[in-house]
């Protein structure tokens, strides 16, 4: 049996965690980098983490943060999975004694293979979309295509994900687990009800199909 996991990532308001918990999400992001449109505070993520249900993993998003602000914001947030998405070495990520993925901002002449074994020490590798303008949420897909087969590593798919396009996301890429942000908003930083319950019934579906479930 095989279940695709999902992120629901760049969560500001309690009552969007809530949502997308009860559309079945599996964790929920929260972004700690002030230039993003969807930046949080650990005392605004405290508040959210201290009434989630149990079994939620709860991702914090770094971008060339310091090691000690990580370290106070994994305390104050209640953080129990980190995500890096700048330009830290597998040292840096490693030492926070939590689990890690590295996101790897896919272009051209970008080695996965290369990274997968520069980041070993990941627990899983996150798949975006690079741009010049942004680190992450740029709400733009790229070429599925160039995911090389036979990676070790589980790979969670970001990058312009929506209701329209995950289920050929999940059948192209199979991936191990989704991660949405702006294919689930209203506007940026606020999430649509609407959105996350289109978005995770596609890909109940999509696994339902695959599982045989639906014969």
Known sequence: MTRTRVKICGITRQQDALEAISAGADALGFVFYA????AVLPTQVQAITAMLPPFVSKVGLFV???ASEVRETIVTAGLDCLQFHGDESADYCA????PYYKAIR???GVNLIQCELDFASATALLLDTYSEKAVGGTGE???WSVIPA???KPLVLAGGLNPDNVTKAMHQVHPYALDVSGGVEAEKGIKSAQKIAAFMQQVMQCDAARNGWLE
């Open 64 to 66: 060339n943060a310091s």
């Open 150 to 152: 036979g990676m070790q």
């Open 141 to 143: 897909a790229f070429d």
């Open 35 to 38: 230039p993003s449109p969807r």
């Open 95 to 98: 030492q926070f004694n939590l």
């Open 106 to 108: 896919v272009k051209p």
